[in-house]
């Protein structure tokens, strides 16, 4: 009785000192090196005309950059009919910075700043648009080329991924440069032709930056937003993406012998195949809170507080719960491990063959602790000894670097959106899909990822779907950004 006794009582002790852990790490928890941006001196934005922008939104929507899967199927002439467009509407700002317009349609507006030793910034926003889908340009509610300002929005294609960026960019320098402004830091605008297809643009733009010995403090891109429905909060934060994930195409070729389907053998190369892909999808990469993503966790917690506070806080204890409540929603996922997406399929070209060879294509979204050859080795070990071949069918494009969440870029980034969004919860975090920003790693010390667009998740589903529009709310949010961003960071 008295050894139960012990027992008991040393069980009771345990429980007292863990509660106690648990208690002290969670009433002193607190995300770390996250400035807020509450020292910088914001500029103000100076005045323009709304209606006028909006219009301007409009009719470079009308102007159909469409980058297609097969580049031969662009029509050319509608980027060199935008870069007319924006020196004619945009006059102050074609003549306070100087222009280059790569061979492929890549623009570079150069705005020199008055102290040549002062690192410049770098401010993206890209020309292309997706296509829209064949057989849906009746689902949307005003014609996708059109430029529909109705219903206090600007309705199209390209209205927010990515004109409103370049628009309101525009739109923001021009403010400037007709009020007098006189940047001491140089000011590099950024706009890529293809950053729906690959990114080649940017590319080339930052290998013309380093060739010149350019060194920015930071660039910002399009990539994240202020979501209102925050996800753990369930109300609004400014996500600001500081990494994106890495990307890569694997080929999984089964090689058979083919033949005449009404004499198959044993296993087929689409069977072989199959297995193959399904070993492969079978042996997922384990979620990991770390990163980009487990600061924006941390963020997210504290502001809650409670039992999410809790777990957040005591991960050597709540961790396992912590990682299948994460992962049991697709678009929170994607942010704590690496993806895998078998996506195409091909076989014979007709039903009754059997195919000599049978593909399929298995995408990866590579966080920033992963790499391509641990996928390759991963993929190979799951395949084990079938008789299939593995190949990129690019060169992967690896995770990009980590930006500081405490470095000068971000202070004034942070301070121009909480002067939008005062109430909302300022958060790092990890961009899930690519932009054009990763090809300035090389000319710039910090890359950030962030609109100033105000979305529900709902909304955010329009981005390359179906009556894509920009609220004039939204878009007016963006030119005061762009504008108290650059007058502050660069006067």
Known sequence: MGKGRTIIWGGVAVM?????????????????????????????????????????????????????????????????????????????????????????????????????????IIVMAHQDVVPVTPGTEGDWKY????????????????????????????????ALAKNGFKPKRGIYLVSGHDEEAGGSGAIAAAAKLKAEGVKAIYTIDEGSLVLTDTPVINGPAIMIGIAEKGYATLKVTANAPGGHSSMPPAETGVTTLAKAVLDIAADPFPYEVRGPGASMIEVLAAKKGGTTKMAVANQWLFGPILKRQLGAVPSVAAAFHTTIAPTMLEGSPKENVLPQAANALINYRIAPWNSSAEIMARAKAAVGDAKVDLAWVKPP????????????GWKWIAAAARADAPGAVLTPMLVVGGTDSRSMEPVSEDVYRFMPMHFTLKESAMIHGTNEHMAIDSFKRMIDFYARLIATSAG
């Open 397 to 408: 494009r690896e995770p990009s670097r980590v930006s500081s969440t405490s470095s000068q």
């Open 16 to 120: 007292a000192v863990v509660a106690g852990v648990v208690g002290v790490r969670t009433a002193t928890f607190a995300p770390k090196d996250i400035a807020d941006g509450s020292d910088v001196k914001l500029a103000s934005a100076p005045a323009y005309d709304i209606d006028a922008a909006v219009r301007h939104l409009s009719e470079a929507a009308q102007i159909p950059t469409v980058s297609h899967q097969n580049v031969a199927d662009n029509q050319i002439a509608e980027w060199d009919r935008l870069h007319g467009w924006l020196a004619s509407t945009y006059p102050a700002v074609h003549a306070a910075m100087q222009r280059t317009i790569l061979p492929n349609r890549t623009l570079i507006y150069h705005w020199p700043g008055s102290d040549p030793t002062a690192a410049p």
């Open 143 to 174: 014609p996708p080329f059109a430029g529909t300002i109705a219903e206090k929005a600007v309705w199209g294609r390209g209205t927010v991924d990515d004109k409103g960026s370049l628009i309101g960019l525009f739109e923001a320098l021009e």
